[in-house]
């Protein structure tokens, strides 16, 4: 809830509009590159 | 005077074919191929176009794409450059910015006055009084706005076209050419661009008066052209790069969004002038102005010259010159040493006089044009040396001092540019992913190692798209900086022009860094350097040089300026191209056209607001159709509320986490009224929740709710992994509310399920046939009468209308629209979310804390409103009255509430009431006000201040009794 807005790596909800799947996206806001993506509660350790 | 030349070899016009037009009170020919300028200039036309601020003449600066002040309107077409715009048979056309022609521009008078109008003069002298701002506005507007717009000109939709490439090239110079070839060689399929008519780049016209540029453009042409990899396309302007490589290709017809996996940026760069008094005059040129008038358009810039060079490429220009029989006076080179290359050699035997370490002082007209060169040796800190001066006669100057990258694309893309200064200009650092930099806005210049340079950027495209390609070859900077670290000469008498779309002196810009604007970014902002409307192709290195030197320090310390897309001005009925705005017509769509709803937008919906009686006005017309709900039946189309269904064993304790309210204790068969807050415990969203089951639950959202609150609760549901299922079946069913004390009766005739109060009370929901169809029956009354809400299956829905409005027809039923719904449920004191909240809105500063059941373990936005109502609140939605006897401007939505002079909240609704016979409505006053008795005032349209006082809702049957009994 409590977002924090400064550019950096940030965890986001992503959402698969077509399957209706919401996914985790890791991005860089900074570099506009996303890191790795993975499923709710299945974060690579 | 006729300056067309003989057939040259490559020239881009077509002498078979004659074209006649007019400029201004002249009527004159050229050629197909030719440009406006290119055929005035062979024409004898000099004078092309008044300058922005002080309406000098102005001439040829570029002939690439920013000769701004040889700007056209052609009929319609506004702001036309001439170096670059094809002519056309029968052309018409005018100058822009002149007040009674070019030639008698009454607004020159301006340039004798400049003393008096330095940079920022508007800021300092016109601020005061306020009130004769707006005249100034309008006198300046006009003496320096550009062309006219033809405001009844017809809209022209443009679509777009999408495309997808493997390489994209841009530039189809040296270097692009060969970049295309070598990744094309390794199987990648190239597109290459270019701006220009025909490719070749600087091959076309930078020749140093020898064949070898021609021999080498053959050469590479025909391989490309011949290339199955390779697709061309020429008149066609990269203008902005956004992420993944998707670039905005612009030509004259359209835009195409091209997905490059890779991009070759082979840009190449921008000749900049020198800057010296009257270096404006018509004739003074960049070098290669002059060789592409020659070279592309057979035309003589000039019949004697003066060339002033920085670097070695201005001797290339006059052996040019020489070769296209043009007299060479004289070549003032600012370096102070021989350059030892072929080309000087080549000039000092044609027996030229060669000035080394001298520099242009100033141009001295003759009429409008320029007329001679006045040339000082330099002294050892770089100023002129006046004492010394001599003057040359001529009637054209050359100016070959450097170069600035076409880096635009670049700059966009992230690639960090670093000052190189052996080069002198900034150069690409670190490389983008996937984007490839090559020949001279790469920072290499000789021709042999700008082809070297091509090969391997696109050796490094192919191979990063995983292809197989050669080792690229090694590149080497042969050659010396052709940039001159500072062609810049001051004048006590000034005009000598940094930037020429906006008339910015060099003292100005000294002036605006004196003044403390000495940040490049201010210094652009104030003088407005670089945003004319070439955005400092010409004038932004200039301005960088400048502004280092007063600084005392370096073009890489300066730093440039944030370049945004697009960076060349695009017509803007590309960038608007189609109308698309997608809507919604519920199903029931035709059966309002039939009964003369006018329709408005509500979220993605179109909606009847109200149906025009005929013979009626609008108001009547609503107030008949309120009328009809109150004494008789009404039905109004709900079908764009969200209607969701939600299964499972968990369903109740779902719904008791995303809404406020309980639900594990509601009945089967029964509803209830539900709200949704976000996480600060703010209401975003409102509807209905019926029990059709033990595990299934059906429920309506908001009209422009539902595509947001159906998203948030799958979300929702990921994370939580409770036992549910969710549908949204907004589309899948129709709905409308039958509204009014005669409504039971029509329905009875309909359907064999019992109406009655008893077995179906009010909040009940039924589940039964209505004219053959299955439907759902939710007894809920928004608008404050007997009524239900019929769901139904959408392909049904018209057919039940009809079934309805048959059936109704004796009961005096009438369709209602938004307008009539939205004053009935006003004077139910019902609220509209979104209308009667905003996006700071709880519900205790609703009033609907009654909905909110705050011992719940759980739910959305209960954390923050825990914390929230610790605190005082500082508004709440009150019903108000305005006395009956209120005349005049009644106030609107919006308004504020003013209490004590001070802002006290404002009006959320406001409408008159039949049944009150007065006005009422909705507002957010301040705590004082309703601990103060309740009166205040709303300061309306005009600043009149209207008298209004807080009244209890439901403004309308109080005791809610007209709900629960119907006829």
Redesign the interface.
């Known amino acids: 809830?409590n977002r924090n807005g400064a550019p950096g790596v940030k965890r986001e909800?992503w959402?698969h509009l077509a399957s209706?799947i919401?996914f985790v996206a890791e991005r860089d806001t900074v570099?506009?590159k996303v890191l790795r993506t993975y499923l709710?509660?299945e974060a690579p350790t | 005077m006729n300056a067309r030349l003989p057939p040259v070899a490559g020239e881009w016009i077509d002498r078979t074919k004659k074209l006649t037009f007019d400029f201004e009170s002249g009527h004159y020919e050229g050629f197909a191929g030719d440009t406006v300028t290119s055929a005035l200039l062979a024409a004898g036309v000099r004078v092309l176009g008044r300058s922005f601020k002080y309406h000098r003449a102005r001439g040829v600066l570029s002939m690439a794409n920013h000769d701004v002040n040889a700007m056209f309107q052609d009929g319609a077409r506004p702001n036309l450059r001439g170096d670059v715009e094809l002519l056309r048979d029968r052309m018409v056309l005018t100058a822009v910015n002149t007040f009674g022609g070019i030639t008698r521009d009454r607004a020159r008078v301006l340039d004798k006055l400049s003393a008096f109008l330095p940079v920022g003069f508007y800021y300092k002298a016109f601020h005061t009084p306020k009130a004769w701002f707006p005249f100034w506005e309008r006198v300046f507007r006009r003496a320096t706005g550009l062309g006219k717009l033809d405001l009844s000109t017809s809209r022209i939709r443009t679509p777009k076209r999408y495309d997808f490439c493997d390489v994209l090239v841009v530039g189809a110079g040296p270097s692009g050419m060969c970049a295309s070839l070598s990744a094309a060689d390794a199987g990648a399929s190239v597109v290459l661009v270019d701006e220009n008519a025909r490719i070749g780049g600087s091959l076309t016209y930078q020749r140093g008066g020898s064949d070898h540029a021609g021999a080498q453009l053959r050469d590479l042409e025909t391989r490309v052209n011949a290339h199955p990899n390779i697709i061309v396309r020429t008149g066609m302007l990269a203008a902005g790069w956004y992420t993944d490589n998707w670039v905005a290709l612009v030509d004259s017809d359209r835009m195409t969004k091209m997905r490059a996996r890779a991009v070759v940026v082979a840009t190449g760069v921008y000749e900049q002038p020198a800057v010296f008094r009257n270096n404006d005059l018509p004739g003074v040129m960049l070098a290669s102005a002059a060789q592409r008038l020659m070279y592309r358009y057979a035309v003589m810039p000039m019949s004697s010259a003066v060339v002033l060079c920085g670097n070695h490429d201005g001797y290339a220009a006059v052996l040019d010159l020489l070769a296209n029989g043009i007299r060479v006076e004289a070549v003032v080179d600012l370096r102070r040493g021989e350059g030892g290359t072929d080309e000087e050699a080549k000039v000092k035997k044609a027996g030229i006089r060669i000035h080394h370490g001298h520099c242009i002082y100033e141009a001295r007209a003759d009429g409008p044009a320029v007329g001679a060169a006045v040339v000082c040796p330099l002294l050892p800190g770089g100023e002129a040396d006046v004492s010394r001066s001599e003057i040359v006669a001529c009637n054209g100057i050359l100016m070959s001092v450097g170069y600035a990258p076409a880096a635009a694309l670049m700059y966009q893309a992230g690639v960090e540019m670093r000052f190189d200064s052996q080069v002198g200009q900034f150069v690409p650092e670190s490389p983008a992913e996937g984007l490839f930099a090559a020949g001279r806005v790469n920072g290499v210049y000789a021709l042999e190692d700008r082809q070297r340079d091509g090969s391997s950027a696109g050796i490094a495209a192919a191979k990063y798209l995983g292809l197989p390609a050669p080792v690229a070859p090694a590149v080497t900077r042969t050659v010396a900086s052709p940039n001159h670290p500072y062609p810049i000469f001051d004048h006590p008498r000034a005009k000598n022009f940094v930037d020429f779309d906006e008339d910015l002196q060099l003292k100005d810009l000294a002036n605006a860094a004196q003044e403390g604007f000495d940040n490049i970014e201010l210094l652009k902002r104030y003088t407005t350097i670089g945003m004319g409307p070439s955005q400092g192709k010409h004038s932004n290195m200039n301005a960088i040089r400048i502004l280092a030197k007063l600084l005392k320090t370096t073009p890489g310390e300066v730093g440039t300026t944030t370049s945004r897309p697009f960076y060349h001005p695009v017509p803007m009925s590309h960038l608007a191209g189609r109308g698309f705005t997608p809507y919604r017509q519920t199903p029931l769509h035709s059966r309002h056209e039939r009964a003369g709803a006018v329709f408005m937008h509500a979220g993605v919906w179109l909606r009847p607001e109200f149906y025009m009686a005929r013979g009626k006005t609008k108001l009547e017309s609503v107030r008949d159709e309120a009328a009809a709900v109150r004494t008789g039946v009404g039905i109004i189309d709900v079908g764009t509320l969200g209607k969701m269904e939600i299964s499972g064993p968990d369903a109740a304790a779902f719904l008791e986490r995303i809404y406020t309210g309980r639900f594990a204790n509601m009945k089967v068969g029964m509803t209830r009224y539900a709200l949704m807050l976000d996480e600060s415990g703010v209401i975003i969203d409102d509807g209905v929740v019926a029990r059709l089951g033990d595990q299934r639950f059906y429920f309506t959202t908001t009209t422009t709710g539902s595509a947001n609150v159906y998203r948030e609760m799958t979300r929702l549901n990921t994370v939580w992994s409770m036992r549910v299922g969710i549908v949204n079946s907004t589309g899948a069913y129709a709905a409308v509310n039958l509204a009014g004390p005669r409504s039971r009766l029509l329905l009875a005739g309909l359907t064999d399920l019992d109406f009655s109060s008893e077995a179906f009370p009010y909040l009940g929901v039924r589940e039964a046939n209505v004219a053959g169809v299955p439907a759902r029956f939710l007894r809920v009354g928004f608008v404050g009468e007997y009524g239900y809400e019929i769901h139904m299956p959408a392909d049904c829905a018209c057919a039940i209308w009809d079934a309805l409005m048959e059936a109704g027809r004796v009961h005096g039923i009438r369709p209602f629209g938004v307008e009539a719904q939205r004053l009935l449920r006003l004077e139910k004191g019902h609220v509209i979310i979104g209308q009667d909240t905003d996006g700071l809105t709880t519900p205790r500063e609703a009033a609907v804390e009654w909905a909110v059941k705050m011992d719940k373990t759980f739910f959305i936005g209960q954390r923050s409103l825990k914390i929230v109502q610790r605190k005082s609140p500082k508004t709440r939605l009150v019903g108000f009255t305005l006395d009956s006897a209120t005349e005049g401007t009644i106030p609107r939505e919006c308004h504020l509430v003013i209490r004590n002079g001070e802002l006290a909240g404002r009006i959320t609704s406001v409408a008159w009431s039949p049944a009150l016979e007065k006005h009422i409505g909705l507002a957010f006053v301040s705590p004082e006000i309703v601990a103060g008795g309740g009166g205040f005032f709303i300061r309306v349209d005009g600043g009149k201040m209207v008298p209004a006082r807080i009244a209890n809702t439901p403004f309308y049957d109080p005791a809610g009794e007209r709900q629960k009994s119907a006829i």
Do not use: E, K, M, R
Request: hydrophobic share 65%.
């Open positions: 809830f909800w959402l209706g919401w570099a506009d709710f509660g």
